[in-house]
């Protein structure tokens, strides 16, 4: 991952699918673009200017609080994800385990088993 100083969001022209961040490919969403950056502190953020003949402007501080927020409950969400799956393949895991210590056997108070193939009919 390139590590850069700005970031563009356009809702108008940008993609969170093929956006690259870039003045020419924006993300479409500012959590796009703090989820792609990682961690803090995050670079500057440009979005859609509200202006007059002005293309881009720095993200306001109320968009940027809720953007954060957003990014710590999806943060969350993927830290919490990431815990369940460890516990399930470590539960597996001991599964596993335990099924390699099942031992099966004949039952002595039962006849002595036989094989039975395809040719032989058995009738009881």
Not at 24 to 44: D, I, M, N, V, W
Not at 94 to 114: F, G, W, Y
Request: charged residues 35%; glycine residues 4%; aromatic residues 6%.
């Amino acid at each position: 991952m390139v590590l850069r100083r700005e970031l563009y969001v356009s809702d108008k022209c940008g993609s969170d699918q093929d956006g690259e961040g870039t003045e020419q490919k924006p993300f479409k969403t500012t959590l796009k673009a703090l989820l792609f950056a990682g961690k803090e502190p995050f670079p500057t953020i440009f979005v859609d200017s509200q202006k007059e003949g002005e293309r881009w402007a720095v993200i306001s501080k109320t968009q940027m609080k809720n953007a954060k927020k957003a990014f710590n409950r999806e943060q969350a969400k993927s830290n919490s994800k990431e815990k369940k799956e460890a516990e399930d393949n470590e539960r597996r895991e001991k599964n596993l385990e335990d099924a390699k210590k099942i031992l099966i056997e004949n039952d002595p108070s039962l006849p002595e088993p036989h094989m039975v193939t395809q040719q032989q009919h058995v009738s009881f």
